[in-house]
Nanobody
């Protein structure tokens, strides 16, 4: 089992910045990639950014150049730095951890943190 706890959401004006953090606990040695997804009202959950155990990153086109994902394997944390925020970035942001293939590539999710960007 892996537990994920997010922090850092809130209300910010357009053009502002926020930093989300996610702390993992439990069987963290089983984790492969970690990342952030978001879900806006009435929309499906979508990928924001992921980072592999080796540090390779992947971003949604909509956030490239504005968001930066990072992870600290020693502290079992993953962060998302969000700059130049837009009202369209408003959503609940979820931390995700995917286990290594030998553990079934199972996904774990945090409880979500609200990010609201006002115009």
């Amino acid at each position: 089992q892996v537990q994920l706890v997010e922090s850092g959401g809130g209300l910010v004006q357009a053009g502002g910045s926020l930093r989300l953090s996610c702390a993992a606990s439990g069987s963290t040695f089983k984790i492969n990639a970690v990342g952030w997804y978001r879900q806006a009202p009435g929309k499906q959950r979508e990928l924001v950014a992921t980072i592999s155990s080796s540090g390779s990153t992947n971003y949604a086109d909509s956030v490239k150049g504005r968001f930066t994902i990072s992870r600290d394997n020693a502290k079992n944390t993953v962060s998302l730095r969000m700059d130049s925020l837009k009202p369209d970035d408003t959503a609940v942001y979820y931390c995700n951890a995917r286990l290594l293939p030998r553990y079934g590539s199972r996904d774990y999710w945090g409880q979500g943190t609200q990010v609201t960007v006002s115009s």
